[in-house]
T-cell receptor, first 113, second 109 residues
Framework: GAGVSQTPSNKVTEKGKYVELRCDPI?????LYWYRQSLGQGPEFLIY????????DSGLPNDRFFAVRPEGSVSTLKIQRTERGDSAVYLC???????????FGQGTRLTVV | GQNIDQPTEMTATEGAIVQINCTYQ??????LFWYQQHAGEAPTFLSY??LDGLEEKGRFSSFLSRSKGYSYLLLKELQMKDSASYLC??????????WGLGTSLAVNP
């Protein structure tokens, strides 16, 4: 596609529910990143995929967070038993290779009530 | 530890020049990025430096000194639309980007 696409753009969920956030990267980009960003903060790294594999998942805050990229393209970030502290904008970015210019999607604003 | 420091806020006047500094301490270095982020929007790429020196791109320039762990973003002929947050990010040993908190720039008429 023309750019990185993230769906949904907004998600409101109740505490304790399960959510999935989707990222469709730019075609041909092998590197894919998930970040989350709170108001007034820089992006916080969550996980980085190179192809289908998670090259670095050290930013996932706990085992309620999981992400997959089964075919090396679309990625899904999954959050179980959501908590109010999970509320943030979740950003996805892709780049042709690691360490080259990354293009960001518009983000998914997650609100846990 | 790993650390990226940049000023929290800056103010400048339309038409002027402003320099936003970034200092870093990271495990390894594989390049420094500057991104612009308008409120409510995703970051957009401005520049990438991996070698020492100045990279110029239109009204925006970025400078890097690896020995000093220092970079700056220079914005010339400021326009109102340049009011945004400017994020400095460094690619470390594993190429994971380490982000600063951003500098909020307000351009006044």
């Amino acid at each position: 596609g023309a750019g990185v696409s993230q769906t949904p753009s907004n998600k409101v969920t109740e505490k304790g529910k399960y959510v999935e956030l989707r990222c469709d990267p730019i075609s041909g980009h092998t590197a894919l990143y998930w970040y989350r960003q709170s108001l007034g903060q820089g992006p916080e790294f969550l996980i980085y995929f190179q192809g289908t594999g998670a090259a670095d998942d050290s930013g996932l805050p706990n085992d309620r967070f999981f992400a997959v990229r089964p075919e090396g393209s679309v990625s899904t970030l999954k959050i179980q038993r959501t908590e109010r502290g999970d509320s943030a904008v979740y950003l996805c970015a892709s780049s042709r290779q690691a360490n080259t210019e990354a293009f960001f999607g518009q983000g998914t604003r997650l609100t846990v009530v | 530890g790993q650390n990226i420091d940049q000023p929290t806020e800056m103010t400048a006047t339309e038409g002027a020049i402003v320099q936003i500094n970034c200092t870093y301490q990271t495990s390894g270095f594989n390049g420094l990025f500057w991104y612009q982020q308008h409120a409510g929007e995703a970051p957009t790429f401005l520049s990438y430096n991996v070698l020492d020196g100045l990279e110029e791109k239109g009204r925006f320039s970025s400078f890097l000194s690896r020995s000093k762990g220092y970079s700056y973003l220079l914005l010339k002929e400021l326009q109102m639309k340049d009011s945004a947050s400017y994020l400095c990010a460094v690619a470390g040993n594993n190429r994971k980007l380490i982000w600063g908190l951003g500098t909020s720039l307000a351009v006044n008429p």
